[in-house]
């Protein structure tokens, strides 16, 4: 691709992105205001039967299975001096979602301080608590931000793979709304911030890797 060629592509992929953050934002503030309450009281009964998947598919298993994942391709890489090019997509998407995932926890979360499904139903504001937030704070959603993540690495990738990890996005988010886990402004955002940082951590691997 010639550098102007280039320059136009980048060009038209940040409107997009841009274009993207705005539907977003859109979305948020909508539900935000008009449906997260509603669709927390909804399923607030029927979130009590998924309380057990609270162990097995926590940040913390989660996060486990990536380190482990990218320690084994680590060591595979010293041993066998070469791992395939899925297995560096494999890390990159671990070691991504990973980043990611503490971000959000350390930094995105306390600074908005929007409480839980749970406490919003015994009578805490469904609000912005400016900078008095925590790890334990619903917005955006961790779990949306690691799966995204991860995901949006195999995208830049794999275009073939966008609509089934999409669906699987969706599935994810399907669930911790269900589950009263989040609210939905909570996992839309947390999706975006995962899928961008997925992809833009793909394409600066991709452009500064070396060539195979």
């Known amino acids: 691709m010639r550098r102007g060629d280039e320059?136009?592509?980048m060009a038209r992929v940040v409107k997009i992105w841009l274009?993207?953050?705005?539907?977003?934002?859109?979305?948020?503030?909508?539900?935000f205001t008009r449906i997260d309450v509603p669709t927390?009281?909804?399923?607030?009964?029927i979130g009590r039967f998924l309380t057990p998947l609270n162990k097995p598919f926590g940040p913390a298993v989660i996060l486990s299975a990536e380190s482990a994942a990218v320690l084994g391709l680590l060591l595979a890489r010293l041993v066998r001096g070469h791992i395939s090019l899925f297995s560096e997509v494999l890390a990159i998407a671990c070691l991504t979602s990973i980043s990611a995932y503490a971000i959000n926890s350390d930094v995105l979360k306390p600074f908005f301080g929007v409480p839980g499904p749970?406490?919003?139903?015994?009578?805490?504001?469904?609000?912005?608590?400016?900078?008095?937030?925590?790890?334990?704070?619903?917005?955006?959603?961790?779990?949306?931000?690691?799966?995204?993540?991860?995901?949006?690495?195999?995208m830049r990738f794999y275009s073939a793979s966008i609509w089934s990890l999409a669906a699987l996005l969706v599935l994810t988010a399907g669930l911790l709304i269900i589950g009263d886990w989040h609210f939905l402004s909570d996992v839309v955002a947390g999706a975006f911030?995962?899928?961008s940082a997925g992809i833009l951590a793909g394409?600066?691997?991709?452009?500064?890797?070396?060539?195979r």
């Open 193 to 195: 911030l995962g899928v």
């Open 40 to 45: 927390a009281e909804y399923f607030w009964r």
């Open 118 to 154: 749970a406490e919003v139903m015994e009578g805490v504001r469904h609000g912005f608590n400016f900078l008095r937030g925590s790890e334990d704070s619903s917005f955006p959603s961790g779990h949306m931000v690691l799966a995204g993540a991860f995901a949006g690495v195999f």
């Open 7 to 9: 320059r136009g592509f």
């Open 203 to 211: 394409e600066g691997w991709a452009v500064h890797s070396v060539p």
């Open 19 to 31: 274009l993207s953050l705005l539907a977003c934002a859109a979305v948020v503030v909508l539900s």
